[in-house]
């Protein structure tokens, strides 16, 4: 469109656009790509293993003790901690239980030994009363465990939700690489993984020592010493079943690291690659009429094939390293079978075992060895953890840093205006990859003025309107905005969140916020009176209406607020000249001495605000160019009038 010139008193059409874009010479800050690929260093790359594995490197301990500090901080931490505690006294009480029940293996093999029927009877008398305490009490293990992963899951999820869900996070957190991608597995699958396998291990880990510690006093004092004569030098060992279980359960986790080890970077590579074929799927899906519309699905399953066989060749590497490790593990377990019984047959032989002695030693090996192999026993389940931990440990770590990287890159100040205003002073706002989008751009919005918008494509007019609701940070200059409570912004596509229309319509308020006359008043306003009966249908509205019925749900919503200024992008794009007109319409009547900013194309809009603000694309990068200030609302014609009183007439099909 051209522009007013003031010095010639006419019109004169804009200079050709250049395309090119002004680069941050090497004196400004560095870019958010630059600097958002410094805060997620440490996400792997599944395509390069190396990459992939280096991710480990970070200190387990601390990326743990971090993610627990944010779950056990304030009162929501306490339920964890008392379940905790709840667990650690079952635990001791299984403890004493298996040594008392190691104590009638010997009494009771002894029995069998000696052919004593009524001592045999008698032991089993015991065994039942030992049974039955052993039994309360791994039930209770069993239900305070499955609590804790409960517990667990739900602070662990609120954590990473309040991180996402910070001011303008959720929207950013999509530049911040690898590392605040995928937030949908991020807060399900990897948050249940983690509760589920911390919990388990967690706990596993403290009754094996504690079996650890019990049984090795009761191996110790039923082992005899043996003495070797090396050189002519008897070297006598104290303890020597303890030492064989030591040295056993040693060798099969050193083995066990060898060869498991790159499991860790296996299950994260499988992870990754399962969130990008469930984001495919959805994105499919969510498309499914534009798809069908370009008869794209043969183009579609070639793209679904390659994440599909991504994934699969993820899960062949994984396999192929879980039945490497089985040679280790099985033939631990197997070997775990007569290893005791061989240690302990010298001294049974030679007669300072009797059988039931001999049973007693055989079960406390097992014990000991049982203990120290948990980590032979666990270690799949242990790389799995892993893999979900570097997850979700990178993900809050993306999420905290991303104060911090937009701090550091060029920022755009913005502040609340003293007079409640909206104003540029000096505004630049740059692109992610360090390009200056808009340069400059210096201009004063007052109180019921409505001010347009314009440029070619691409020229930074959306860029701009995230600028002012705070969405893009990433520039320089100032930028001086109402209060937060007297703003609402109209996208191109509306928001429509899950659950009722009536939801939808009072977004983000809850839905009993307002009275069901005024929603329904909104709504008729609004040209869907045929939806009046649906308010409380729970539908997935953002497919079942139009684009241009989503468009007349958000002015419902506006009517509903009432904001003070209104910020539309778009907002009147898949409506009609007649629909437009009525929407525009509630800028004189309902909404009458709103602030309105608009960006838009359409025929029409331009002669509904008091003025046009204009963005177009020079060779130093988009500037702001202004036309006169009307100092009067501009004369609506017959036309418009016309409009304005006019009905809408209500849709006929949601699809229209």
């Not at 560095?30 to 958002?36: D, M, S, V, Y």
């Not at 971090?66 to 901080?73: I, K």
């Not at 009966?533 to 749900?553: A, K, P």
Request: hydrophobic share 45%.
């Amino acid at each position: 469109m051209p522009d007013y010139d003031p010095k010639l008193g006419r019109q004169v059409p804009p200079p050709p656009a250049t395309g090119r874009e002004q680069e941050v010479g090497p004196g400004q800050d560095n870019t958010l790509a630059k600097e958002a690929k410094k805060a997620a260093a440490h996400e792997p790359d599944p395509h390069h293993p190396d990459d992939a594995l280096s991710e480990a490197k970070p200190s387990i301990g601390r990326e743990l003790y971090a993610l627990f500090r944010d779950m056990l901080r304030g009162r929501k931490g306490w339920p964890m901690l008392r379940l905790s505690l709840a667990i650690l006294v079952v635990l001791i009480g299984n403890m004493f239980g298996q040594v008392r029940l190691n104590q009638w293996n010997g009494a009771f093999f002894d029995a069998v030994e000696k052919r004593a029927t009524s001592a045999f009877f008698d032991q089993l008398l015991v065994f039942l009363v030992i049974v039955v305490v052993l039994l309360a009490l791994v039930v209770a293990q069993t239900w305070l465990q499955e609590r804790l992963k409960i517990r667990l899951r739900e602070r662990l999820t609120q954590v990473l939700l309040d991180l996402w869900l910070r001011p303008n996070h959720a929207y950013q957190l999509g530049f911040m690489g690898k590392s605040g991608s995928q937030p949908d597995q991020r807060m399900q699958e990897d948050c249940r993984l983690f509760s589920e396998l911390s919990t388990e291990l967690g706990v596993g880990m403290l009754q094996a020592l504690l079996l650890l510690v019990s049984f090795i006093g009761v191996l110790w004092g039923l082992s005899s010493p043996v003495t070797f004569t090396i050189a002519g030098n008897a070297i006598t060992i104290p303890g020597y079943m303890v030492w064989v279980a030591v040295g056993y359960a040693g060798i099969g986790s050193g083995l066990t690291w060898l060869v498991g080890r790159p499991l860790i970077r296996l299950n994260t590579e499988r992870y990754a690659r399962e969130a990008d074929l469930r984001f495919a799927l959805v994105r499919v899906n969510e498309s499914a009429e534009s798809v069908a519309l370009y008869n794209g699905e043969p183009d579609e399953r070639r793209s679904l094939d390659e994440f599909v066989e991504a994934v699969l060749k993820a899960s062949r590497r994984l396999s192929s390293g879980l039945a490497r490790l089985t040679w280790i593990t099985s033939g631990y377990g197997w070997l775990a079978i007569v290893v005791p019984i061989l240690a302990a047959a010298p001294d049974y032989f030679a007669g300072r075992l009797s059988f039931g002695e001999m049973m007693m030693v055989v079960g406390a090996f097992n014990q000991v060895q049982s203990a120290l192999r948990y980590f032979v026993d666990n270690f799949p389940k242990i790389a799995d953890w892993r893999s979900a931990v570097l997850r979700v440990a990178t993900f809050r770590q993306a999420a905290l840093d991303l104060d911090e990287v937009a701090a550091e890159n060029r920022r755009i100040d913005i502040a609340p205006h003293p007079k409640g205003w909206l104003s540029f002073e000096g505004v630049s706002i740059a692109l992610n990859d360090g390009s200056i989008l808009i340069e400059d751009a210096t201009a004063e919005i007052k109180p019921d003025e409505r001010v347009l918008i314009m440029g070619e494509s691409g020229a930074g007019k959306s860029t701009l309107f995230r600028a002012i609701s705070g969405l893009w940070p990433w520039g320089s200059g100032k930028v001086r905005v109402p209060k937060p409570e007297q703003m609402m912004f109209l996208p191109q596509r509306p928001y429509l969140p899950l659950g009722t229309l009536r939801a939808a319509i009072s977004y983000p308020a809850s839905p009993d916020t307002f009275d069901d006359n005024d929603v329904r008043a909104a709504l008729e306003r609004c040209g869907l009176g045929e939806f009046l009966d649906m308010l409380d249908r729970h539908e997935r509205w953002d497919r079942s209406l139009s684009l241009g019925q989503q468009q007349r749900v958000a002015f419902a919503r506006v009517i509903l607020h009432k904001p003070q200024w209104v910020f539309m992008d778009e907002a009147t794009s898949a409506l009609d000249e007649e629909n437009q007109a009525s929407m525009l319409a509630l800028f004189e009547n309902e909404l009458k001495g709103a602030s309105v900013l608009s960006i838009g194309h359409r025929p029409g809009l331009e002669e509904f605000h008091t003025r046009t603000l204009h963005i177009r694309k020079t060779s130093e990068g988009a500037v702001l160019l202004a036309r006169p200030v009307r100092h009067s609302k501009p004369k609506l014609g017959p036309k418009w009038i016309g409009r304005f009183r006019r009905r809408l007439r209500p849709a006929h099909a949601p699809g229209e």
